[in-house]
């Protein structure tokens, strides 16, 4: 659907960085305006380029990765604890490489960081809060232009802790692979190839199934078996953008991020022909079995970060270019409550006990150069 050269692109991958089957079901109804749920909200500046958050319950803590932003004005890397009651700054763990995703592992008290420009994870002692060690995932390469440089970039990581293995995905238009860590040596044991000739955002695991499920930006969801280290499935699926993807535990549904950005759409358009078919700005629910499209939930504009409470049926989505929250009830894909968090939220992360979501936001064009970027605490009912 899209040539190499088009998912290679700057545009792309600055895009990126910020989906067959019977007829779709379609949520009906409105959600509660973003009016209506302001005093839900509590919201406040932290720091430069603020990408991904986790919350602990064991430490009582929200982590948030800061990779300072670029150029003359970036702050330093640094991964901060925030209160998880007022957001104010509890601690600051300097970082030598710029911080990006996050992924916990409570039980075993590690926090792993996506260093995306550097194609590394640093390991921090989440008992200690120190850095324990960095994983260099990849070594630079000499490219026809004579200079060394990584060819992969990364975005998501998910860890199982009962395994100790940790997985990455590393973006490439000449093909993106899935790497493996061993969370014990700190060292990589696999790097599988077969995600797909374009970046590959999403990523979800299931350790209970073996299986690990990525989205990619040839319309595609492409299943890895943890056990078998390969490729075992690969659905086209309607969605052009398909962004992050948040799996039902216990059951087979799979929820897919549909972005819809017309920045790629254009670009798409201008560099290839190519005809877009559907808007996106939506969700897209799978078969995670058959790639089977059980529903389209229309959102917000530009959807991008998605979480799943499981145990209170609720879906939570970013839309990035709306500035808003919205949850969902993820059995009937009701909408149910919609939260206003401008500019860009970006991320999410949950106190299941608490039921409070923490949400990244984004700075937009109107920002001062150099400004903080903030972090939302919604009080969900």
Request: proline share 5%; aromatic share 6%; net charge positive.
């Amino acid at each position: 659907m899209y040539p190499r050269f088009l998912l290679r692109s700057a545009a792309l991958a600055l895009a990126v960085t910020l989906s067959l089957g019977t007829p779709s079901a379609f949520a009906v109804g409105k959600a509660t305006p973003a009016a209506e749920t302001a005093a839900a909200v509590l919201r406040k500046p932290v720091a430069q380029g603020l990408y991904e958050l986790a919350y602990s319950p064991t430490v009582d803590v929200v982590y948030v990765a800061s990779s300072g932003g670029f150029g003359d004005a970036a702050g330093p890397a640094q991964l901060l604890l925030l209160d998880p009651n007022t957001l104010g700054v509890e601690a600051q763990i300097p970082l030598e490489r710029k911080a990006f995703g996050l992924v916990l592992d409570d039980a075993n008290h590690r926090l792993y960081i996506g260093n995306t420009v550097d194609t590394s994870v640093t390991v921090v002692d989440t008992a200690t809060h120190k850095v324990v060690g960095i994983v260099q995932l990849m070594e630079k390469k000499v490219g026809k232009d004579g200079k060394a440089a990584y060819t992969h970039d990364l975005r998501e990581l998910v860890v199982d802790g009962a395994a100790n293995r940790l997985y990455v995905t590393g973006h490439s238009g000449e093909g993106s692979v899935l790497f493996v860590v061993d969370t014990q040596s700190l060292k990589v044991v696999n790097n599988i190839p077969g995600l797909g000739n374009a970046k590959a955002p999403g990523l979800a695991l299931d350790a209970k199934g073996k299986r690990v499920y990525t989205s990619n930006l040839l319309a595609e969801v492409v299943t890895v078996g943890t056990d078998s280290g390969k490729v075992e499935q690969r659905f086209k699926v309607s969605a052009e953008q398909p962004m992050n993807i948040a799996l039902e535990p216990s059951g087979k549904r799979l929820y897919v991020t549909d972005q819809g950005s017309e920045m790629i759409r254009k670009y798409q358009a201008s560099s290839s022909g190519f005809t877009s078919t559907h808007p996106g700005q939506r969700v897209l629910v799978l078969d995670r079995t058959t790639g089977k499209e059980l529903a389209s939930i229309p959102t917000d504009a530009g959807p991008l970060g998605i979480l799943l409470d499981a145990k209170r049926k609720r879906l939570y989505v970013t839309n990035r270019e709306a500035g808003t929250v919205t949850s969902y009830n993820s059995d009937t894909y009701k909408p149910l409550k919609t939260y206003s968090v401008p500019t860009h939220p970006n991320s999410l992360a949950l106190d299941a006990k608490k039921n409070v979501l923490y949400v990244t936001v984004k700075n937009g064009d109107n920002e001062a150069k150099g400004s903080p970027e903030s972090v939302a605490r919604i009080q969900l009912d």
